[in-house]
């Protein structure tokens, strides 16, 4: 199939994106168009003005102040999967930017364009999530920063006005006795993963956990916080195989899968055990290992 007929405008600053978006409510914003692109030729998506924002330099930067990440948001996954500052400063950004698609969808998708689509089972929603990241968007009525968490509101849909978008990402950046993990099950490379998980542990220079944060995708309408199942990770100096199926079960009584053609509810739940109980003995063997070298990633 074709898409219906838009208008195409290519504007040049995000205040003429804002004016655009702000006139029209069907204008849609084309960044990679990895997502965009495919509902447009299926006519789920039917833009009347169709807004290239891939011409607005400010949108294009990555950057470290202050020991964080800074992430335009027409960055692209592939420069993720690869950049040094990233590596070094949000690794599991790296590793996660590695596992979406395939190549050719790595080289045109965005940051912006990934969280603003909003699927569940998106790996970088995941990762973000778990790294207590936040979001900047701008609209008619100026800028405003919000948690990731606060991006996202269902299935596909998120919190932003129709006039606004999506201008950056600040991760806070990694820190001496950290480890993190991204873990995912899919069918086939490059298939949209059925379930994830990505955990970061913060160990003290003795071997306690002090924090640990960990998310979930693919297993509800949105990406799932599971701090609030793993807390009593907090104070461990060790990982015993009960208290990870513990914890495990717990973090699969907070989550709200759906069943569809690839799983069950009850396999998703299955698998978020599963991912978890490899996870997060691999993200506590890289924070151990973090302090072991003096804090080097």
């Known amino acids: 199939m074709r898409p ?7 504007p040049t600053s995000v205040a003429d994106v804002v004016s655009v978006l702000g ?12 997502s965009l692109v495919p509902l447009m030729n299926l006519r789920l998506a039917a833009p009347t003005q169709l807004v ?8 294009d930067f990555l950057r470290v102040a202050d020991g964080d990440l800074h992430l335009g948001a027409l960055i692209r996954h592939r420069r993720l999967e690869f950049d040094p500052e990233v590596a070094r400063v949000a690794p599991i950004l790296a590793e996660a ?21 909003s699927d569940p089972s998106a790996e970088l929603g995941c990762a973000l999530l778990a790294l207590d990241a936040e979001v900047t968007v701008q609209g008619g009525t100026g800028r405003r920063s919000l948690p990731i968490a606060e991006l996202f509101d269902g299935f596909f849909t998120t919190t932003l006005e129709d006039d606004e ?39 003290a220079p003795g071997g306690g956990c002090v924090r640990v ?3 979930a995708g693919g297993v509800g309408p949105t990406p799932i916080d ?4 793993l807390g009593e990770l907090v104070g461990e100096t060790e990982l015993s195989e009960g208290l990870l199926r513990h914890v495990a079960s717990r973090a699969a009584e907070v989550i709200r899968p759906a069943a569809d053609l690839r799983a069950s509810a009850e396999d998703r739940r299955d698998l978020l055990q ?24």
């Open 4 to 10: 219906a007929r838009f208008d195409y405008l290519a």
């Open 226 to 229: 599971l701090g609030s199942a």
């Open 274 to 297: 599963v991912l978890l109980v490899r996870a997060l003995p691999a993200a506590w063997t890289r924070a151990a290992g973090s302090l072991s070298n003096g804090g080097a990633r």
């Open 23 to 34: 006139a029209d409510d069907s204008a849609k914003v084309l960044a990679g168009g990895q």
């Open 97 to 117: 930017a590695g596992l979406i698609g395939h190549p050719q969808v790595r080289n045109r998708g965005t940051v912006g364009g990934s969280l603003a689509h």
């Open 213 to 215: 944060r960990a998310a």
């Open 165 to 203: 978008l999506i201008c950056q990402v600040r991760v806070p950046g990694t820190v001496p006795g950290r480890g993190w993990v991204i873990q995912e099950y899919a069918p086939r490379a490059g298939d949209f993963a059925v379930a994830s998980v990505a955990a970061c542990i913060d160990l």
């Open 52 to 59: 290239d924002i891939n011409q607005v330099a400010e949108l």
